[in-house]
C-alpha cells in the first residue's frame, strides 16, 4: 500500500455524515490535465468530505469546489485517494482550511474524536 495516498484513522477529526451534496469541481488530475466535472459528496465532515471522480486526482494538489445548492465555492486540497476505481470512479478525500460552518448545507455535531 502507498503511504503517501492515504490519511491514518489517527488523523481523521470530527464527525462523519454520510450525505451527497452535488459539486462541481475543478483540478488536476494525477498525470496533470485538468479535469472539470460535477459529482456527490458521499461523505462530509467540518473540514472535508469523501467525493468519487472520473480521474484520479493528484495528492495535496488544489481543488476548486463549488456546492451546485448554495453556489458556494471554496478552495479545497487532495489529502487521500483510494488505490482503485469503484463503480468507474475514484475515492478522493478533500479538506479545507478554514472552511465555514454550513458549507454542506447541514450543521454537523459536534465529533468526540480530536
Not at 57 to 82: H, K
Not at 90 to 100: D, K, L, S, T, Y
Request: cysteine-free.
Amino acid at each position: 500500500m502507498d503511504e503517501a495516498n492515504h490519511l491514518e484513522p489517527e488523523r481523521r477529526r470530527g464527525s462523519r455524515l454520510v450525505m451527497q451534496v452535488p459539486l462541481s469541481i475543478r483540478g488536476k488530475t494525477r498525470d496533470g490535465r485538468v479535469l472539470s466535472e460535477h459529482t456527490l459528496t458521499e461523505v462530509i465532515g467540518a473540514q472535508g468530505a469523501m467525493i468519487r471522480t472520473s480521474q484520479l486526482l493528484q495528492m495535496g494538489s488544489d481543488l476548486e469546489v463549488t456546492n451546485r445548492l448554495s453556489e458556494q465555492t471554496l478552495r479545497f486540497r487532495v489529502v487521500w485517494a483510494g488505490e482503485n476505481q469503484k463503480e468507474g470512479q475514484w475515492e478522493i478525500g478533500i479538506e479545507a482550511a478554514g472552511m465555514p460552518e454550513g458549507f454542506w448545507g447541514v450543521l454537523l455535531p459536534a465529533g468526540s474524536n480530536p
